[in-house]
């Protein structure tokens, strides 16, 4: 088993690097490592729908999607993620077999004072609050496990991402469950550093599992995971675009009339547009829908499409940004 300290903070990178020791390697490994501000959102979620658009956007917190399946989780330098990575045959029952996996985080944590369980499909908690989520995939004869463990995580990011407007979407997208959440630092009788945390952990599982060894990332490994970062993991196409097909309906009330949008999106690109109000207009109103069709639906490329376009000829009185506002 080899022990991967790895140092980037990039959401992109560590999430490609993962599928590439996964898929590219034959590494029995674990690795730790930290995002900096990240939503993470499951293999087979909405994006769009589990997070706040306008609050990630505001706040530059980057929205990435990993391999695995479950619901999205808030990352930032308060967080310790682990990876777990061996050979599996393909009817092994480590599938699925969460506890087993997050044992040597509860053993950790007991040697720092702290009782933490295995509580339901895949949580580990503390006093009845989640800590850590945890999730898996499975390629060919080879498992990835990984959790996300709150130490030190900024509360206020956390639920302001974390916070969709459901009104707004309706979609076939596997939604997220909202657990009452810890911060283990909360729970430690003295203060510590996430990397003091991290690096206590290392030393856990160096003391813990036989034949351990640390590992440093070869050139080769960096390149690889830096080409599927920039290929896939750091595209719109896979973040957004590989999003079940969803519809959109926003609605504003203003001085000049109300207005109803109405979006239909498939693989992230609206499909159809409707435009319902009690407005007036001068020129047809389809024209305007009509351009809004074969566009990604996300912000900057709504207002890119729109920019030559004077909005008021078609609802009297509103502005580009507010009709944005409406349809992102």
Same mark, same amino acid.
């Given at each position: ?200 952990? &290392? ?7 036989? %034949?351990?060894?640390?590992? @440093? !990332?070869?050139?080769? *490994? $960096? ?67 009509? &351009? ?7 912000? %900057?490329?709504?207002?890119? @499409? !729109?920019?030559?376009? *004077? $909005? ?17």
């Amino acid at each position: 088993m080899n022990l991967i300290i790895n140092q980037s903070h990039n959401p992109a990178f560590n999430l490609a690097l993962e599928e590439y020791l996964l898929e590219s390697t034959e590494l029995d490994l674990i690795m730790l490592w930290r995002n900096s501000k990240a939503v993470i959102i499951g293999n087979n979620q909405n994006a769009v729908e589990e997070i706040d658009a306008d609050y990630v956007r505001e706040r530059e917190i980057a929205v990435v999607r990993r391999q695995s399946g479950g619901g999205a989780v808030f990352h930032d330098l308060g967080n310790i993620n682990f990876t777990i990575i061996h050979q599996n045959g393909v009817d092994d029952q480590s599938f699925g077999g969460y506890r087993a996996f997050t044992a040597p985080v509860c053993g950790y944590l007991e040697t720092l004072g702290v009782k933490a369980e295995f509580s339901g499909r895949n949580d580990l908690v503390i006093d009845g609050k989640k800590f850590c989520g945890n999730a898996q995939a499975l390629k060919k004869n080879r498992i990835m496990h990984h959790g996300c463990i709150l130490f030190d995580a900024d509360f206020t990011d956390l639920a302001g991402a974390l916070k969709p407007k459901a009104e707004k979407i309706e979609s076939k997208g596997i939604k997220s469950v909202r657990s009452r959440v810890t911060n283990v630092g909360t729970h430690l009788g003295s203060p510590m550093t996430p990397e003091a945390f991290m690096d206590g952990l &290392a030393d856990y599982f160096r003391a813990n599992v036989e %034949g351990i060894r640390d590992y @440093a !990332l070869t050139a080769g *490994d $960096i390149t690889g995971a830096q080409a599927l970062a920039d290929e896939k993991h750091a595209r719109w196409e896979w973040n957004f675009g590989k999003s079940p097909p969803y519809n959109w309906e926003n609605s504003g009330r203003y001085p000049f009339g109300g207005v109803d949008v109405r979006l239909n999106v498939k693989a992230g690109v609206i499909e159809q547009a409707h435009l319902f109000g009690d407005f007036f207009g001068m020129a047809d109103k389809s024209e305007l829908e009509a &351009a809004l069709c074969g566009i990604p639906h996300r912000r %900057g490329a709504l207002e890119s @499409a !729109l920019a030559q376009r *004077d $909005i008021g000829r078609y609802i009297q009185g509103m502005t580009r940004a507010e009709l944005l506002d409406l349809l992102y």
